[in-house]
């Protein structure tokens, strides 16, 4: 056990649980943090400790700039920031056309999405960043296949905040590598968790499942693994780049 700690934006279900989990087997102190569910961030909390790991749980929801200060002032409290993950994310209605949707569900998508992600990242480089003093350290961000793919008929908007965070990972990736902070992108592909249901389809990546290469959809501990591989000195080379974790879809 270190000092250095990993802040999770949602991290308390889905891919962010399974990587706070793994984080914390690897060793880091663990800021999980959640927009409402604090009863299943407890629970990820209660199981790192259980395993002699260290974590704390904050209410952040990504879309309020003032919750994201609040989230990296208590991360202050509780170690060096070591790395950021940004993975709190959310998707509008599925099946919305472009021409069906409203400025508040596109606003929406892209103040969680895109402008938390930026704005937890600028928080995070005036940390770890050596120009202001850090040690430095590592950016992940989640992206999607969807913003490759598109999502027509389904949530173009949610794709488009994901083109976004491709742009933002390659640029950001560049603007700070030579102040010792990594930054990288995972895209998954269709994962098994809640997101789907937050959609209204719970069952979308089953139904979609026949259109992935490898014919199955992906567990939360696989895209977890990835990201913690990013986190790593094993991945010491790796910045501006995006890993497709997606079965080949
Ligand atoms: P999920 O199962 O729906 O879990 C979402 C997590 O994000 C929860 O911890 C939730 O907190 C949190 N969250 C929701 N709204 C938030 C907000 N406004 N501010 C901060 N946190 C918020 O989602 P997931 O499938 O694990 O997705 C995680 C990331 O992977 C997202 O960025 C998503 O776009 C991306 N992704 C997922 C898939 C997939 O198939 N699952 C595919 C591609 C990309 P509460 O528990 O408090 O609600």
Sequence with gaps: MTDKIVVI?????????????????????????????????????????????????VKCDVGEESDIVDLFKQADQFGTLAALVNNGGIVGKSGVRVDEMSAERIQRVMAVNVTGSILCAREAVKRMSTRHGGKGGVIVNLSSVAAKLGAPNTYVDYAASKGAIDSFTIGLGYEVASEGIRVAGIRPGLIDTEIHASGGEPDRHHRLAHLVPMKRVGTADEIANAIVWLMSDDASYVTSAILDVSGGR
């Design 9 to 57: 934006t949602g991290g308390s279900r889905g891919i962010g649980r399974a990587t706070a989990l793994a984080a914390a087997a690897r060793g880091y102190r663990v800021v999980v943090g959640y927009a409402s569910n604090r009863k299943a961030a407890d629970e990820v909390v209660a199981a790192i400790m259980a395993g002699n790991g260290k974590a704390i749980a």
